[in-house]
């Protein structure tokens, strides 16, 4: 199948290029031509203003959508399951309300909106939690560097559940739904961890175990690290039969890899 990423440069892109070549899929060049269309570029990680998120996340976004109807082409994009928010003790489906709680989970939700107004187009929307794996930046980059240098983190009584997926099984999430058309999945690596039995498990795959120590979880500044956002990833594996290929310990062992040889 010849298959048209946007954001082939970024950081689930570059994972996916030799994910699609291991299954004889052909990287194109351009939508005009290609069976299939993943959509991936985005502004994520980085401070941006509201006509840039507008431009690049939704607007362009759109383009690509239009674009894969001219060329007769389903579009998968991936999303965020960011656009259901972040509420404390949530189990999140498919059908949970959209409610962004940051400017940029709105433009990923105003960009699934765009797309689903084009008519003709043949969508499929994925919407994953924190994705790591090499090369991976913001706060998973920055909790393995304290964990690898030593640094003591309060974290030891913070009692939640976070879904997360290593950037491989996203990618073969990602080729699962090439032929799948006019479905929304939330898509994980399967239980979730709590942010202490996280840090361990980096710890471990560093060499390097995780010091933590307990501090009232309210008082805590990075809010992000204490609450809930447990994803029900069943839809996926019930329809179109995924599987979390890789487990949590090869995820973050590659990860670690990487960190260490940087």
């Not at 976070?162 to 479905?183: E, H, P, Q, T, W």
Request: charged content about 20%; proline content about 6%.
């Amino acid at each position: 199948m010849r298959v048209h990423v946007t954001g082939a440069s970024g950081f689930v892109g570059r994972a996916l290029l030799p994910a699609l070549a291991a299954r004889e899929h052909e990287s194109w060049p351009a939508i005009e031509g290609a069976h299939s269309v993943v959509h991936l570029a985005a502004i994520a990680h980085r401070k941006a203003s509201a006509a840039e998120l507008q431009r690049v996340n939704v607007d362009l976004a759109r383009d690509v959508g239009r674009a894969a109807v001219a060329a007769g082409a389903p579009l998968v994009f991936v999303s965020s399951v960011k656009v259901h928010g972040e509420r404390s003790g949530a189990r999140l489906s498919e059908a949970s309300p959209i409610l962004p709680g940051d400017a940029y989970a709105e433009s990923k939700a105003r960009a699934e909106e765009a797309l689903r107004a084009i008519p003709g187009l043949r969508l499929t929307v994925l919407r994953p939690p924190l994705v790591y794996g090499p090369a991976v930046k913001a706060n998973f980059l920055a909790l393995m560097r304290a964990i690898a240098r030593g640094v003591p983190l309060p974290l030891a009584g913070v009692e939640n559940r976070r879904s997360l997926i290593y950037v491989g099984n996203l990618c073969d999430a990602i080729m699962a739904c090439l032929g799948a058309s006019g479905k929304t999945y939330l898509v994980c690596d399967g239980a979730p961890l709590s942010t202490p039995q996280l840090c361990r498990a980096i710890g471990a795959a560093l060499g390097r175990p995780a010091r933590l120590f307990r501090f009232p979880a309210a008082l805590l500044p990075l809010k992000a690290l204490t609450v809930s956002l447990e994803l029900d990833d069943s839809a996926i594996r019930r329809e179109l039969g995924w599987r979390a290929r890789f487990s949590l310990q090869e995820g973050l062992s590659a990860t670690a890899a990487w960190y260490r040889n940087r």
